[in-house]
C-alpha cells in the first residue's frame, strides 16, 4: 500500500536550519509530483512547496521563498525539504503528499496520500 | 496567487441535517479544486478531485459541485463520523493553495 513517512522534525532555534525527508513506498515514486504541506498548532493547512516528477520543476509558497529548498532522489524514492532561517512562524506540524501524477497527455491533481506529519518547532 | 475563501468558518448541525460548504476562489482555477476532511491530530483526508470527483471509498453522501470561481462541497446526511474540519484546496496554480477550513460541530 502507499506509505509516506517523514523524518527530521525536531526542536530548532531560530535561524537554524533542518533537513525533512519523506520515504516514499507502495506506488511508483518517479511518476509523481510531490508538496509539503503544514499546519501551525491550531491553524488550517498551508502548502509550503511543490516539486515536479523529475525535479526540474519547483514552487514555492511567498512566507518559504529564499529560505526552504525542495528536492527529491528518485533512486531512493525519497523527498526532501531543506528549512533554514527558520522563524518562530515556521512552527508546524511538516507533511508530505503525493500531489498527482500525467499520464497521456492528461493530468491529476490530488494530494491522495499524506504522510503522518513532523513536528518542527522553532524556538529559543 | 490565488486565494481561497471557504464558508462558513464554524458550522452547528445535527445528524442528518443536509451541509453545504461554499469556496470562492479570486479567480477562476476551471475545474481543479479539491476537498479534504481533517480529524484532530489526523492527517487530511482526499474527499473529492476536480470538483466533483469522488476519491475511491468515500461515501457517496458527499458530493462536490461548481465551476470558475465558487464552488460547493455537499453532506447530504451529516453523520457522527462526518464532524471534522473541511478544506477545499485549488490545482490551477502551481501554488496549491487551501481555504481557511470550516468546522462541522454538533449543534
Known amino acids: 500500500q502507499v506509505q509516506l513517512v517523514e523524518s527530521g522534525g525536531g526542536l530548532v532555534k531560530p535561524g537554524g536550519s533542518l533537513r525533512l525527508s519523506c520515504a516514499a513506498s507502495g506506488f511508483a515514486f518517479h511518476n509523481y509530483y510531490m508538496s509539503w504541506v503544514r499546519q501551525a498548532p491550531g491553524k488550517g493547512l498551508e502548502w509550503v512547496s511543490y516539486i515536479s516528477h523529475s525535479g526540474n520543476a519547483v514552487y514555492y509558497a511567498d512566507s518559504v521563498k529564499g529560505r526552504f529548498t525542495i528536492s527529491r532522489d528518485n533512486s531512493k524514492k525519497s523527498l526532501y525539504l531543506q528549512m533554514n532561517s527558520l522563524r518562530a512562524g515556521d512552527t508546524a506540524v511538516y507533511y508530505c503528499a503525493r500531489d498527482g501524477y500525467c499520464s497521456g497527455g492528461a493530468c491529476y491533481w490530488g494530494f491522495d496520500s499524506w504522510g503522518q506529519g513532523i513536528l518542527v518547532t522553532v524556538s529559543s | ?107
Open chain 2, 1 to 107: 496567487d490565488i486565494q481561497m475563501t471557504q464558508s462558513p468558518s464554524t458550522l452547528s448541525a445535527s445528524v442528518g441535517d443536509r451541509v453545504t460548504i461554499t469556496c470562492r476562489a479570486s479567480q477562476t482555477i476551471s475545474d481543479w479544486l479539491a476537498w479534504y476532511q481533517q480529524k484532530p491530530g489526523k492527517a487530511p483526508n482526499l474527499l473529492i478531485y476536480k470538483v466533483s470527483t469522488l476519491e475511491d471509498g468515500v461515501p457517496s453522501r458527499f458530493s462536490g459541485s461548481g465551476s470558475g470561481t465558487e464552488f460547493t462541497l455537499t453532506i447530504s446526511s451529516l453523520q457522527p463520523d462526518d464532524f471534522a474540519t473541511y478544506y477545499c484546496q485549488q490545482f490551477n496554480t502551481f501554488s496549491r493553495t487551501f481555504g481557511q477550513g470550516t468546522k462541522v460541530e454538533i449543534k
